[in-house]
């Protein structure tokens, strides 16, 4: 069975520090890769998807960068990190069918 | 514009009160409508996907059913484990998913 996995689990990082998000799924080959952010009583915003590897979409204008450096590898980045930047990022997959499978999360607070 | 709206906001039912949540959607054109649980602190689980009008699912005291403009999750008899936010998605493109603000349900026992 599939599984995908999002470290770290909690991060707390000062205003202007670099960002590194890693996600990683398991038991499937060449998946769709999500990266979200969700912001309380928001819905969830997509901010980047892949469709293979080195293939990154931007949904969203922002502070943050998305890397697929391996087929089941999706990473998330800044360079200087916001206070806006702060929230709950979910990392989904999909297969050939349209359903997508989120990972645990990470709690990102921006100091 | 595509949207997705889900209704009501907070749910508070008495152990086995039956009750349904509501998901509202305008997109130019559906590929599948998805509801998710989501535990607080956790990533959303996935419950259902359907496809076309008409289309029901069923998962223990689960049910979700789909028409042109809005589905609903049905939940019978609900447990205080059933306690959560449901979430609703719509698939408005091949890459491009639409998700409501969520229902919180409270279940007491």
């Known amino acids: 069975s599939q599984t995908i996995h999002q470290w770290p689990a909690t991060l707390v990082q000062p205003v202007g520090s670099p960002l590194s998000l890693e996600c990683t799924v398991e038991?499937?080959?060449?998946?769709?890769l999500y990266w979200y952010r969700q912001a309380a009583g928001r819905g969830l915003q997509l901010l980047f998807y892949s469709v293979g590897i080195g293939q990154i979409s931007s949904e969203v204008p922002q502070n943050l960068s998305a890397s697929r450096p391996q087929d089941r590898q999706f990473i998330l980045s800044s360079k200087k990190l916001l206070l806006s930047d702060s929230g709950f990022y979910l990392c989904a997959w999909s297969g050939k069918g349209e359903t997508q499978y989120f990972g645990p999360g990470t709690r990102l607070l921006v100091l | 514009e595509d949207q997705v709206t889900q209704s009501p906001e907070a749910l508070r039912l008495q152990e086995g009160e039956s009750s349904s949540l509501n998901c509202s959607y305008t997109?130019?054109?559906?590929?599948?409508l998805f509801w998710y649980r989501q535990d607080p602190g956790k990533g959303p689980e996935f419950l259902f996907t359907?496809?076309?009008a008409g289309e029901e699912k069923e998962k223990e005291r689960l049910k979700a059913t789909l028409t042109k403009k809005e589905s609903f999750l049905h939940i019978t008899a609900p447990k205080p484990e059933d306690s959560a936010t449901y979430l609703c998605a719509v698939q408005a493109g091949t890459y491009k998913y639409i998700f409501g603000t969520g229902t919180r349900l409270k279940v007491l026992a």
């Open positions: 997109v130019s054109g559906l590929r599948g």
């Open positions: 359907l496809y076309s």
């Open positions: 038991g499937t080959s060449n998946p769709n």
